[in-house]
């Protein structure tokens, strides 16, 4: 076992009779979507350090990743430092993998050996993409999955003269520990964003008429998370694009010129672009009791773990969150910072756990498609909003993230958004025509 982390201490406090008042130590494992909403939630706690822990130096700002792919947008635009983040707001970064978790201890192991410990521990690393789950990904398969795969793309479409495109996901398996939706791909957005993107870049170069693009889905319907309107409103979209979509294919291996599928269907390609499984990380795995069957951490509604009351959790690698998207990723960090400040202060609300599929996807040449969805989870709103518009949303949504450091656009401002989204499309579709 490597040495005790030691930290940096905030100047002692003093209760009312002059005694020291212990101050908690919260480690946040990631420094994503789910991490930095957690750090900002919970930073403003006076009696507690907080210390964020991540392997990357930087925060990936993912939906940013096609337009790295298939628009040339520079990597450096989707990168927010971490470190001179974290400190100025009074926070301890820590730049370390984590290779063990010991709840019973409450205390981890870094990957160097040396040991943190926790008064309380918010778990927000995500979902591991699993390339070489696909024999032959490394030598004929391309993605869009993080900054080291999305520039390779680029670089291949650079030198791409037309031909056979596949594009599609992988399936992934999930455990039982938890209600939630069994999604057979947990997030197909990249998928419509890269069909629709490529097919505008193949036109814009005068190589649509060569091209072919072929979808798959190992789903039993293309973007399972979401209803009968949405479908309605994409159906037309991909019918005009001419690009074919199947459903109920399992990738089972990508080779030079096709792609393989479990029922024993091979496709022809000249390129093949695939969203990989998700999988848990190896730490949650190794650690007795942290993640289920599958590698993924249990949690009830209040993202507190099932078994260890002082770790709660949020985004991709909690069991809960299905599909996995960073609408969902933000709103179960909401909910556990929220929690957890009730944990340690006795004080504050925990909103209700409320899931919906919000995501915009760029569709390319200034257009794209916003989704808002919640008929996954039994609601009533399913609705769509494309054109410049929701071109102009993404833009200002991302542009918005980058530039403030991992902020969110204010609630009033979000809520207000989709409020009016609701309302203009029940007025369109309940007047008179």
């Not at 993924?296 to 002082?310: A, C, E, G, K, S």
Request: aromatic residues 8%; contains cysteine; negative net charge.
């Amino acid at each position: 076992m490597g040495p005790l982390v030691r930290h940096s201490e905030r100047p002692v406090e003093r209760d009312n009779d002059g005694g020291m008042v212990k101050k908690k130590r919260i480690v946040i494992l990631g420094g994503g979507f789910a991490g930095l909403r957690a750090f900002y939630r919970l930073n403003r706690l006076g009696d507690s350090d907080i210390v964020l822990v991540d392997p990357r130096d930087t925060s990936l700002v993912r939906p940013l990743l096609p337009e790295i792919a298939l628009a040339g947008k520079m990597v450096s635009h989707a990168l927010i430092p971490l470190r001179p983040l974290i400190e100025h707001h009074g926070g301890e970064f820590v730049h370390g993998g984590v290779s063990a978790v010991d709840a019973k201890e409450a205390q981890l192991t870094l990957s160097d050996g040396r040991r943190m410990a926790y008064d309380y521990l918010f778990i927000a690393v995500g979902a591991r993409k699993d390339y070489d789950a696909i024999p032959g990904y490394r030598a004929h398969g391309y993605s869009v999955c993080d900054d080291l795969e999305a520039p390779r793309l680029y670089e291949r479409l650079r030198r791409f003269e037309g031909g056979r495109v596949v594009i599609g996901s992988a399936r992934s398996s999930w455990g039982s520990r938890v209600t939630a939706p069994d999604l057979a791909a947990p997030c197909e957005g990249p998928i419509i964003e890269i069909m629709f993107m490529l097919d505008h870049e193949l036109r814009r170069r005068g190589l649509h008429e060569g091209s072919a693009i072929r979808v798959f889905s190992p789903g039993k319907i293309f973007v399972e998370d979401v209803g009968p309107r949405v479908h309605a409103d994409l159906e037309p979209l991909v019918k005009a694009s001419g690009i074919q979509v199947e459903t109920n294919k399992m990738l089972r291996a990508i080779h030079q010129d096709h792609v393989e599928f479990d029922d024993g269907a091979t496709w022809e390609s000249d390129l093949a672009i695939v969203i990989p499984p998700y999988a848990a990380h190896a730490f949650v795995k190794d650690s007795v009791g942290l993640g289920d069957e599958q590698g993924f951490i249990p949690t009830d509604q209040t993202m507190r773990h099932l078994d260890f009351d002082n770790i709660y959790a949020a985004g991709d690698g909690t069991a809960l969150a299905m599909p996995k998207l960073g609408h969902i990723a933000v709103h179960q960090a909401d909910v556990g910072a929220a929690a957890l400040r009730r944990a340690i202060t006795g004080q504050g609300e925990i909103p209700s756990y409320r899931p919906e599929v919000f995501c915009i996807a760029n569709r390319g040449g200034g257009e794209a498609t916003l989704i808002l969805s919640d008929a996954l989870f039994g609601g009533a709103v399913d609705l769509t909003l494309g054109g410049p518009i929701a071109h102009l949303f993404k833009w200002s949504f991302d542009s918005y993230y980058f530039h403030t450091h991992g902020h969110m656009p204010p609630d009033a401002l979000t809520n207000g958004m989709e409020q009016l989204l609701v309302r203009a499309f029940n007025d369109t579709h309940t007047s008179p025509r």
